[in-house]
């Protein structure tokens, strides 16, 4: 997985490092008896090449360097960035979202209004926040062939998007076939985003297993931002990935993933095998999905999925049973609070514990 223009990039890389090379051994054959010095704050960078991974550093030079993890002492810092500290990997962290009963977004309570269950046992919430903390945001856009004529609209929707989200959020854009494309890094640039989302073949297959599971993939490994979220767009059933919808989930599954938005414009043709997958896809990560009858609702769905992300509580809670035990864990929140007789809370179902790294 890599981005389009990787063999402009490799030819540049090539050139700077014979430049390099050359400078260096000019600078020792200059310097009688230098002692070496040792190198301090290198980085290396590795090939992301591998099936299901995405290749591609920020726009505008190399990745910066990753910086130390805090100490134990240290804590989270009062404002709107989120890290996750060594003293809080054990913490599981989730997003949710409280709806009434005529599906009324609730955004007025407070901590002691929610239970969460981890296999059906109470836990103690070590963290609350209702606040619009910025996401780490991935566009994902189908790119087959039957997409063509509907791309301009749908783009203009990812766009109003992310105008309709928190200005610090971080943005990629992955577009996708029958292979799948990194044509944006993460960036909060609207013109690059929007230059990503017009490279528009419309050509070859659906693999949308694929595309999703490289996303969050790239996200778990290059997003600075805890929260995470993927937007995606597809307008048919996954017919060329190596991914199944199962092994999907499964990854979408593991410890602090994406949650999934996803927009189905579907034809009557498959439309109920497409439809269930994506149902699957948005119900176990805690997101949403659309089939709206037309395409002109896409936009006003994109603001939707905007609001629904800005007005999610951040809570969480260290689990009763050590992270060291695998296995499948359920998770269930409620909610309840004076004045609403039936709450419902929208989060992940479950997930696979593991060791978080600190950043």
Known sequence: MHLRNDCVLNLLCACLFIALTTSVLNSEASTPQSAPVPATGQTQSSPLGQTGSLQGSQAGGPPAARPEPPSQEQTPSSDNSVFVFKKEVEEVVLHATVADNKNHLIMNLDKDSFTVLENNQAQTITSFRHEDIPVAMGIVIDNSGSMREKRDKVNKAALNLVRSSNPQDQVFVVNFNDEYYLDQPFTSNLNLLREALEKVEARGGTALYDAIVASADYEKKQARLQKKVLFVVTDGEDNASQETLEKAVRRLQEENGPTVYAIGLLGEERARRARRALETIAERTGGMVF?????????????????????QYTIGYKPSTPKSVG?????????????????????????????????
């Open 291 to 311: 089939l709206p009858k037309t395409l002109d609702e896409v936009d006003e769905i994109s603001r939707s999925v905007a609001h629904d992300i800005r007005s």
């Open 327 to 359: 296995g499948y864990r359920t998770i269930r929140v409620e909610a309840r609070a004076k004045g609403y007789k039936q709450l419902t809370v929208r989060t992940r179902s479950g997930y696979y514990p593991g060791q978080e790294q600190a950043q």
